[in-house]
């Protein structure tokens, strides 16, 4: 019994043991999330309590951002290059209209785009600057942002790749719906894009003193040597012209070639050649040397500077083949009659159409020919690596406005203009007007350069050649000068 109960004790004491031993392992494994605890985890949030101390410093970046802004932009230079010079005041310059309203409008422009823009004018050489641009980009040198145009330059801008084609730009302007369509395939290159924005079309007209056609101008050559032959019994010439090989051959465009065009002829093929011995060349040519010959003309024809505006600006001669924008540049004026109109700027000539005492018509044409009448238009172009072409947008935009396009167009654009509204403005329903668009509405208006695509050697070339025969040798022979001309030319396509 006793041997029982010390085992029983015995069993006892281990049960008690193992019991013991197991709860202390127990112990043990419940102390492993103690590396979790709870104060680990309620450290993070005196991590995130520092982090609004890092974003209060944010408010300070912020405020220091508007003194950035605020700084002011510096303000561009627009470069443009006119043929017109804002600091010439000479009254009597010829270019007095353009510099005028340059110098007029300078100040309206930085004005209006005052803190953006200021534009600077390089005044250019008409008879150069298209020359001196092509340099200026073949070189990589400084380019104006704008370039005041004549469309005659294109094709050989067009041959240099000198000129931005800008036809998406014009055509999300709210103005462009406005040109006249024929004008704005005027500023066209051969690949279709537009290389220019016209403002202002100069066809070419006649212009005529009254009293020495009362009866109007003639229509036919024989008309005219009829009434040359009167008008030279009293002392008068019949017409003076730029005749002068010189500038050029800028007399090409004018008398010249609305002679040749007059007698039904042209100076290419239509595909890029020169073609000048034709029968009607021959005879237009034949033309002029006759009335230089018999005395129809003044010597003075021929002696360049534009001299030959004298003697219809004093009524001596009779009548004067010239661009529509020539209205400019014919002040003072004496009327046959004695009536002078003497303000000396572009209202002399509106005057003294609106007086009667002269007008305005198509020339002769030859049996069975339009009135030839040469066409350009007049605008701006933006030339490639122009440092500012967004300033030249914002010019050529501002003078769609109705305040600026009639100034422009009655000052350096000196023709119709482009833009339909400003062909009904007030300005535009003058007599002077009125009796050009009669004039140019009976003639055939037509580029003088056809497709010849290197504009500024042609005309150079068959000035000196028609130069040549109608002043410096009237016997050499003409269809053998013709064909010497156009095989130079064509040498070089």
């Given at each position: ?46 991590e ?24 002011p ?135 005529v ?15 005219y ?42 100076l290419?093929?239509?595909e890029g ?15 002029l ?39 400019r ?21 509106l ?131 013709l ?11």
């Amino acid at each position: 019994m006793k041997f029982r109960m010390k085992h029983l004790l015995m069993i006892l004491v281990l049960a008690l043991l193992v019991f013991s031993l197991v709860a202390c392992g127990g112990a043990t494994e419940e102390a492993t999330p103690v590396e979790e605890t709870a104060p680990a985890e309620e450290a993070a949030p005196a991590e995130e309590e520092a982090a609004p101390a890092e974003e209060e410093a944010a408010p300070e970046e912020e405020e220091a951002a508007p003194a950035e802004e605020e700084t002011p932009a510096e303000v561009q230079d627009f470069i443009s290059w006119y043929q017109y010079d804002q600091d010439n005041e000479d009254p009597a310059s010829d270019e007095r209209v353009g510099n005028e309203y340059l110098r007029n409008t300078i100040p309206q422009f930085n004005e209006a785009f005052e803190g953006q823009w200021n534009w600077v004018n390089q005044p250019k050489a008409f008879d150069k600057m298209a020359a001196e641009l092509v340099a200026a980009v073949l070189a990589g040198g400084e380019v104006p942002d704008l370039y005041e145009i004549n469309s005659d330059q294109i094709n050989t801008f067009y041959r240099n790749g000198t000129l931005s084609d800008l036809t998406e730009w014009a055509e999300a302007q709210s103005w462009f719906g406005e040109l006249d369509a024929s004008a704005v395939e005027s500023c066209k290159g051969p690949d279709g894009g537009l290389y220019c924005i016209p403002l202002s079309q100069r066809p070419q007209v006649v212009y005529v003193w009254t009293d020495l056609y009362p009866d109007g101008y003639p229509t036919t050559p024989e008309e005219y040597m009829e009434q040359a032959e009167a008008l030279k019994a009293e002392g008068l010439y019949a017409m003076t012209f730029y005749g002068a090989n010189d500038k050029g051959g800028s007399a090409l465009n004018r008398a010249v070639n609305t002679t040749i065009a007059s007698f039904g002829g042209s100076l290419d093929d239509g595909e890029g050649n020169m073609l000048l011995n034709t029968p009607e060349n021959v005879a237009a040519i034949e033309f002029l040397r006759e009335i230089v010959a018999q005395g129809y003309v003044p010597e003075v024809t021929f002696a360049g500077g534009f001299q030959e505006e004298e003697p219809f600006k004093d009524g001596t001669a009779g009548s004067l083949p010239s661009g529509l924008n020539g209205y400019r540049y014919l002040n003072p004026l004496t009327a046959p009659n004695g009536t002078e109109y003497g303000k000396g700027n572009a209202e002399d000539v509106l005057d003294a159409i609106a007086a009667g005492d002269l007008f305005l018509a198509p020339y002769f044409s030859a049996e069975g020919q339009t009135p030839g009448c040469d066409t350009k238009v007049a605008g701006f172009a933006i030339p490639v690596d122009a440092n500012n072409p967004e300033a030249a947008q914002d010019y050529i935009s501002w003078l769609m406005a109705p305040e600026q396009n009639a100034d422009w167009v009655m000052g350096p654009g000196g023709g119709f203009p482009t833009l339909g509204a400003t062909q009904t403005h007030e300005a535009f329903q003058a007599p002077f007007f009125q009796q050009a668009a009669e004039a140019v509405s009976t003639s055939s208006c037509r580029p003088w350069n056809g497709s010849l695509d290197r504009p500024a050697e042609a005309k150079a070339l068959v000035m000196t050649t028609i130069y040549k025969l109608i002043k410096e040798d009237p016997t050499a022979d003409i269809t053998a000068e013709l064909i010497a001309t156009q095989e130079e030319y064509n040498a070089g396509n």
